[in-house]
């Protein structure tokens, strides 16, 4: 590792495969593509043109995985961080399920990465949504209309079998996804990463972007000690944009959600509590995610934060909310817990986009990143080598301004009403 760079301590960074760092750019180089942000999405982004033939760059102000890529739950899902019936609302059935078959496909690239490049993660086969509200009748339809819609391929399950398996008087009936995954996320992402290296791909870490000038022959991207000089750029930033471009700058709402580790668990105690090895979420607005981990600690995530850092007392406050739904499980100490800051935008729909010829931006997946991160990626890289026009289903949703410096307030605010919202459909948390 660079001395001078540590990554933020989470159970993903303490149980890195493969941690080695990256160069810092202190030189000029020459790429098909550069690409500006090292996360998921710019990384999917590099692999994607990559295998596609092309010599793309990436420049990572940080470490590759720096922020809510290297941090999240690991859940990957197929859809956005917007609803489904939203999307139909702007733009129609048929475009929705355009849009939603790309996260699925994603889904199918990211298993098949792992298996072709060998990547260590730990993906572990299916979703339970389970409802925090007694309404069994729209659970069931819901099940039964994405899976007429979308072909997707969810079960029912009733208040008994969800009870059984999360043993608390929390939650009602769900929805199980049999091939959504979860999985180590900063794991895979430093998987792809060394593929995309291997296959072409040139990444620096520790080399922020300042500076972009465009030529007659493309575009320079500056770095304190170096230069990209390219034909194409790709922003990925998501919420450490450092202001290169405006109008992601306007559109980006940066969130902080917070995530935590238990120590490890007897098996009769974690039992007592949690009998499957699903990704798990309830249905509030305000909702709880969680999961089990291979050394039997539970990672629990969820609340929402205008800061950046971890809030002093964040670690009682998660465990809180844990013995809230699972009070069997008193005694349970905390390992860690740290802040994960998203790019959100107002509509809750990634931005990705062609800004001007050469300029094109993949960013902002909000609440939803691991999956549709690559459906992005992918779209970017197929624009830029293939002249492919999918990303154009993303155009009706623009860069909406998100309320410059009291956005974060705005967003706080609107989650706090979420938790009325929650209170009043059913039975408050």
């Not at 303490?14 to 990256?22: E, I, K, T, V, Y």
């Amino acid at each position: 590792m660079n001395a001078h760079t540590t990554r933020p301590q989470t159970y993903y960074s303490l149980n890195a495969n493969d941690d080695r760092p990256f160069p810092v750019l202190k030189e000029r180089v020459d790429a098909d593509v550069c690409v500006i942000g090292g996360g998921l999405a710019g990384m999917a982004t590099a692999l994607g043109l990559a295998e596609r033939g092309l010599k793309p760059v990436v420049l990572e102000r940080e470490r590759i995985g720096h922020g809510a890529s290297g941090r999240n739950g690991g859940f990957v899902l197929a859809g956005y961080a917007a609803e489904t019936s939203a999307i139909i609302k702007k733009v129609g059935l048929a475009q929705a399920r355009e849009l939603f078959g790309l996260t699925r496909d994603a889904q199918k690239l990211i298993r098949s990465r792992i298996e072709k490049y060998n990547i260590d993660c730990n993906p572990v086969d299916g979703y339970l949504h389970m409802s925090w509200f007694d309404d069994a009748a729209n659970t069931e339809r819901d099940a039964d209309y994405m899976r007429e819609t979308f072909d997707l391929p969810v079960e029912f399950w009733p208040r008994e079998k969800v009870r059984e398996a999360c043993v608390t008087d929390r939650y009602y009936d769900a929805q199980l996804y049999s091939d959504y995954f979860h999985m180590h996320p900063l794991n895979y992402l430093l998987g792809i990463a060394r593929a995309a290296e291997d296959t072409g791909a040139r990444i620096f870490e520790e080399s922020m972007a300042v500076r972009v000038e465009e030529t007659t022959n493309g575009f320079i991207v500056h770095t304190k000690d170096g230069s990209v000089h390219a034909h194409h750029i790709v922003y990925c930033g998501s919420a450490y944009f450092n202001g290169m471009e405006k109008r992601l700058q306007r559109s980006c709402l940066p969130v902080s959600t917070y995530v935590m580790t238990t120590e490890p668990l007897p098996q009769e105690k974690l039992e007592s509590a949690i009998r499957v090895p699903y990704a798990l979420r309830d249905t509030r607005w305000t909702d709880d995610y969680y999961r089990v981990l291979p050394d039997r600690s539970i990672l629990w995530g969820g609340r929402c934060g205008l800061g950046r850092s971890v809030p002093q007392g964040l670690p009682d406050e998660m465990l809180h909310d844990l013995l809230k739904i699972y009070p069997q499980l008193e005694g349970t100490k905390v390992r860690t817990a740290w802040a994960g800051v998203m790019g959100y935008s107002v509509h809750k729909m990634p931005h990705i986009a062609q800004l001007q010829p050469g300029v094109w931006v993949c960013t902002n997946f909000g609440g939803n990143g691991v999956g549709p991160t690559t459906a992005g990626g992918e779209v970017v890289a197929a624009a830029i080598a293939d002249s492919d026009e999918t990303y154009k289903l993303f155009s009706p949703w623009g860069f909406a301004w998100t309320g410059g410096v009291l956005g974060p307030l705005v967003a706080r605010s609107v989650y706090c009403a979420w938790g009325v919202g929650d209170t009043l459909r059913g039975i408050g948390k």
